[in-house]
């Protein structure tokens, strides 16, 4: 399952913290299933809306004081897939953000800004795109990084064996066809000029092309070495021994245990401040993790409760965060029952979603019915059906689809029961969903069914196995519209095919008017927010608290933490 967007796990929003993404069940504190009102849990969440700075280090437990030159932060457990556009889950992305750099990033405003590209040109027709890279570039071991390499990387996800989610086979880079048919032995599209130079001609214009094109990069000579056409393989045997070119190399990976990095002394903006880094798994120990000294960073719901409890360590900044990401339930519309639009909009409807995602974290959410963050430029709320609970609506649609209730309550349609197996991580927030859940759904006929994994890998085997009707997912960090927008494209959603949507999606990305782009998105949410494919659940307020020694930490609500990392240093 190559999923960018993946399901969330334990108390930690991974999601928030750099370009990967989380389990939907993490609420980061010890929601009960009780619900406060809606008013009540907005004004909790509101109370702290900029840095709050620890007041009081000298309550810093005696491992945080004791450590000088590493820092440590909450993850959930990485499969150890490290080799960016081979990921396995957004955890795995989360690991590589530290080992590789891109060609381009973006600004606190979601902008294109430069970084391992100094510069880039494009022309008139909208289609090729130069780059010019930074001079004297290397890779952690001191290897040149050029134009080559850059080629390299965008050449092989044009084989015919790469299954990974890039998007840069989408863009239609011209030649890469022939290159994937076997029919030529490079493509044709791109041209290297000299070390630092390179260009790329594309089938059409496309919106998005700057940053997916300026992406992470990958060494020829080491991960190019064994490649030949039709056999990537082998590539599986470098993910635990990384080459990249970003901030940190790879250590140890300790399974169940953490990530271990270290400074890369080649970085082209110069060598990390602080020497060690350490992801540390914590699933469900996080709170007594932060209370101990054990690890510095994790990121909890923004309830009141959870901050009233982190200011009264003492030894914690802060900080108030709401990301460009949404999650959603995904059903599993290979199913029979799932396929009918009207059984979709009837499970929105019987589902109590205020009560599950915003009353029982006193706030900490807001409700989502469109694929796309408040903060986007493209975000509107015109058109779109809020899907207020409604039983009686929910119960109308399923009739109209032919489910009737029989002895039992539960409702049937050609000998067949209306069932709902859902799979979950351990979290309070899960359990806050089945509880609810399973009262929302018998009033309406549907037989709820809730798995709960301990483990998410096991869970997201689960979900590649087809064994599933619903499942909670979040995405990653969101800049442009249409990354929200790309499992319904690619088959992430399995069984989602819909002509006018691949239409209105090609549209949006054909130009880079901002209003005409508006105006597309407008229509495109609209229909999804009918069609459903996915159940849009919730946007999340969330709080990073970290070791009030940690200087020069900050945060863009497009790319997180993951930009000041190299930046963190220890107060003495």
Known sequence: MKKSMTLLSGVLLSSLLFTACSNEGASGSSASSGSESSATGQAASAALTELYKAPDLSKLPAAAQQRTDTIIMALTDPSGAFTPYFHQSGYDGNVSSLLFASLVTTNDKGLPAPNLASSWDISDDQRTYTFHLQKNLTFSDGSPLTADDVAFTWTILHDKAYDGDSLIPALGIEGSQEYHDGKADSISGIKVTDPQTISVTIAKPNATALLTLGSDVLSKAYYGKDYSFGHLDYIKDLHLKPLGNGP????????????????????FKGAPKTKNFIYKTSEGDTWQYVETGEIDFAAFSATQENIDK???LGFVNILP????????????LEHDALKDKKV????????????????????????ANIPAAPISWAYTQDGINPYAYDPEKANQLLDEAGWTAGSD??????GQKLTIHYLGTKSPQTDVFIAVATENFKAIGVDFQPEVFADFNALVSKVEGGDYDLASFSTPMLTDPSDGLTQFLDGEVKGYNNPEFVKLYNEALATSDIEQRKQIYAKIF?????????????YKKTVYAYNGRIQDLRVSPFNGIAASVPDWNLQK
């Open 310 to 312: 982190l200011k009264s």
């Open 409 to 414: 309550g539960i409702r049937t349609k050609d």
């Open 344 to 367: 979709r909009q009837a499970i929105t409807y019987g589902l109590d979603r205020q009560s599950i995602y915003v009353d029982a974290n006193q706030g900490a959410g807001e409700l």
């Open 321 to 332: 965060y709401t990301g460009s990401t949404y999650s959603y339930l995904q059903p599993n």
């Open 526 to 538: 609209k229909l999804l927010n009918d069609d459903l494919p996915v159940i849009f659940t919730n």
């Open 248 to 267: 940190y190399t790879l250590e140890k990976f300790l399974p169940g245990q953490e990530v271990r990095f270290t400074a890369n002394e080649h970085y």
